[in-house]
């Protein structure tokens, strides 16, 4: 790939995720490189009333795009090159993400193929060869191995009622193809706070990676909290049992490991916490398979995604931080936006690419009103400061609240896949003191639309086992609730008193009346489980953390307690962590 200094230079200047596009379809495995340098994604697009395959191209490191219709219905879509032969390779199965990749395939009998070319992408010179008549779902781009010739494919299959990750192995350069099947993870089960199931994901789409011992790491998701981890010391012929990870919490999200070449690994997911579970008997617009677990009612962990480096194959890990926050979170039709498409709005599911200057291209998210493209330097992961003064809006924070909506999946009579509607809680209004500048205010607003009136703000920083927080504030009416965390909550989850390790309820009366604004200070130490609060620099209060966060605190929840109306509320002017 050839950049010009102009192109080189724009390249360095990025730091923070900077969207640059929006893929034309949801990310799983359809970005690609040419040998030419060329970046595609591959997707589809509506034309003269049908969907028309298309893919999104870069020909300057991603920094800008053009969308090029595919004419011919047999040319290759997205392959991976052998690093032994030069060859392209993917591998499909019929009728599951093969119409964008290769529709010809969708002719062929049910099963799983590995398509070859020696041109890739593009081209229409291919191979097909059937290697399975399994129902694998899902299937990932192959991956080669470093420390031998050998491909490693990851999908999932139905096993014995439960979704169970699958590896496919080859040994010759992706002509035959084995397959090994793992152990699957528990069922969810509900247990307080939950009244009801979980979708019984099990484990599925798993993620692998190759670490710089030659030892493998697969990461799956689950309707656990948390992804499980799975190891393979001997090229993946055998897997330890599934294992929670100490680290990675996420419910029903897709999990991507991705190796940097100067060996070190990112992690993309999403952070974040679902509202526990309702009693599905109180929802009549279910149906039983939706009840039982079979299906999901709402999603409402999917508006926040992350990433996370390490230097020492995934002993330790750094940064923890948002890579984006979903741009129609706070919609009011956010079931029905741009639905036409794809009914899921998020800005779950990944791939990336890593581009010159040691720079990443990370395409995530479902439906064109969520999933975005950025470019992003994995510096940012290494900050360990963040300050917010409200001076670009919210656009930094999580506020939004759910109006009482239709629960369920696909039916017909309303759009939307297990999606409520959405509105501002916590708004920016003019500064109480007078001064021409906004802060952020939390009240309570009597609204029986709302699935629950309670206000909050959840911000994310750079993830510390040791540092401290400071909020500059005014308490108006009710108590506020400041919760430090390793994950995103939901801004009205009240479960947060409960799950967050550290979660303290702040008062009027605990402030001075002079000056105008007061400071909270949380300073803490996680391997001394201890946290001291100060109030305008002054000692306040220590208490004890309650769990562990292996890999530190990394979101700061703030939220109005008032049990009934509060238009008074607390007004936040600036937040920092250091």
Known sequence: MRLSQRDRAQLRGIVAPEVVAVPPGNPHRDLCQLPNGEI?????????????RCYLASRDAGLSWKTHLVADDEENGPMVRSPWSGDFITVLRTRNYSVLSL??????????????SAHGPGSTEHALRKISDSALLDVRQPIPMRSRQRW???????????LTPVVLLSDDDGVHWREVTLASVAPHVPTPPHQGVRWQQYSCEPSVIELGSGRLLLISRTSQD???????????????PPAPSPFFHATTTMPTLFRLRDG?????WCNTQPLPELDHATQPELSEEERRGVWEDVFTNRDACHAAISGDDGQTWRGFREIHLNEVRNHADFRSIRSGECNDKSVHQ??????????????????PSSRRMVIFDPRWLYETERQEDFREGLVNLSTHVYVRSLSGGHRAGFSGHCAWNRTHGALLVPSPDGKRDEVLHLTRIRDPRLFSEVQGAVWNFPAARCGAVSIALRIAGADLRVSLTDRWFNPIDVAIAD???????????????????????????????RATLTVNDRPFASCDLRAEAPAGFSYLH??????????????IRRLEKR
């Open 40 to 52: 595609r994604f591959y997707g589809q697009r509506r034309l003269d009333h049908r969907w028309q």
């Open 103 to 116: 529709p010809a395939l969708n002719r062929e009998p049910d099963g799983v193929y590995v398509i070859r």
């Open 152 to 162: 490693l494919c990851t999908a999932q299959k139905w096993e014995q009622g439960a």
């Open 226 to 240: 948390v992804h499980y981890v799975y190891t393979s010391e001997d090229g993946g012929e055998t897997w330890t």
């Open 264 to 268: 070190r690994i990112l992690f993309f």
């Open 350 to 367: 990944f791939e990336a690419l890593e581009l010159p200057e040691g720079k990443v291209l990370l395409a995530f998210g479902q439906a």
């Open 499 to 529: 799950l967050a390790q550290l979660s303290v309820v702040l008062s009027k009366g605990a402030l001075p009346a002079e000056p105008f604004w007061a400071t909270l200070g949380v300073q803490w130490d996680l391997d001394a489980r």
């Open 558 to 571: 703030l939220q109005n307690t008032a049990p009934a109306a509060d238009a008074d509320g607390i007004f």
